[in-house]
């Protein structure tokens, strides 16, 4: 049951669109509009707004860093589970 739960809770973790996010509160712009369409942090880069881009570098860093860590500590059988899930 534990890794269902840990597979399911890494993918969500890792489903989370900080470029969408950042750029529809701050901004008010759909994001997949503007350059490519990607939602990924070059392409927040190019709506000239650098702290956004770089906020949302380091938001996506963080979601697939974190639950990795976590399980490393607590679940370390389930290491390799996590980081298929997460991306």
């Given amino acids: 049951m534990d890794i ?3 597979g399911i809770l890494s993918y969500l973790m890792g489903s989370i669109p900080f470029g969408f996010l950042l750029t529809k509160l701050f901004l008010k712009k759909d994001i997949r509009e ?4 990607n939602i990924g942090a070059t392409n ?3 709506t000239g707004n650098k702290t956004i881009g770089y906020a949302t570098l380091i938001l996506d860093i ?4 974190t639950p990795i860590i976590y399980v490393k500590f ?3 059988e389930f290491l390799y589970i996590t980081s ?3 991306f």
Wanted: charged share 10%; hydrophobic share 60%; proline share 5%.
């Fill in 62 to 65: 963080v979601k697939a860093i």
């Fill in 44 to 46: 927040v880069l190019r």
């Fill in 84 to 86: 298929l899930c997460i």
């Fill in 4 to 6: 269902l739960i840990i």
């Fill in 34 to 37: 503007i350059g490519s369409g």
């Fill in 74 to 76: 607590y679940f370390p």
